[in-house]
């Protein structure tokens, strides 16, 4: 087994939510009379931290109305969140790689929306460990994965990252582990391949069998 550790990204990797988290953060911009973000770009700043996704999203909001903008985003994704399930056959992949090696989340999700989610999805004890955006420095800065590295005493070739994003993949290469991207989630497979990583694939299906394979 060459992964003794399986880091997952959670938005878009775990959980159907691109579309709606996009769908947020347009009408956030509309309720503060901002420019609405197209979609490609809205879609683009998913597991940014917050800063770095305001930059993009809403450049002409000054940082003291970020607070604002999140409110309004906030209020949003309540409204959606019971719409953004686990994709289909990731629960069972999730069960059977925890049953063989350590599982842990790297997510530019807030601790507190983490752990709403997953309460909601039920597989919370499926996994170690776990890093958030507002916990230390966000994606693609390695410091998530070093982090998660050192408290679970694995070492960084023994490490995969799995991810929808090329942030996920630009963290995986900054920290010296191997990424494995998944095109299903926000970033387009031109984008993830761009970024190098080990491999690539298109469904949960195709990941359990790279991980039977290659982890």
Not at 92 to 121: C, P, Q, V, W, Y
Not at 133 to 162: C, F, I, N, R, Y
Not at 193 to 214: I, K, N, Q, T, Y
Request: hydrophobic share 40%.
């Amino acid at each position: 087994m060459k992964y003794k550790l399986v880091v997952f990204d959670w938005d878009g990797t775990l959980i159907d939510s691109p579309a709606a988290i996009a769908e947020c953060m347009q009408a956030a911009s509309r309720e503060l009379g901002l420019p609405v973000p197209p979609l490609e770009r809205a879609t683009h700043v998913i597991g940014l931290g917050l800063h770095d996704a305001m930059r993009i999203v809403a450049p002409e909001l000054p940082g003291e109305r970020y607070p604002e903008y999140i409110a309004a985003y906030r209020r949003q994704f309540l409204a959606r969140e019971d719409r953004m399930p686990l994709f289909g056959g990731m629960q069972d992949l999730l069960r059977g790689l925890s049953s063989t090696r350590l599982l842990a989340i790297a997510t530019g999700k807030s601790r507190r929306g983490l752990e709403r989610a997953l309460d909601a999805t039920g597989v919370r004890g499926l996994f170690t460990a776990s890093r958030c955006a507002d916990e230390t420095h966000p994606k693609p800065h390695p410091a998530m994965l070093l982090e998660l590295m050192q408290e679970l005493g694995v070492q960084a070739p023994s490490v995969l990252m799995v991810g929808d994003t090329s942030h996920d993949m630009e963290m995986a290469r900054a920290a010296g582990v191997d990424g494995v991207a998944v095109t299903y989630g926000a970033h387009s497979e031109p984008e993830l391949r761009a970024c190098g990583p080990r491999g690539c694939v298109s469904s949960v299906e195709d990941l359990e069998r790279w991980l039977s394979e290659h982890g």
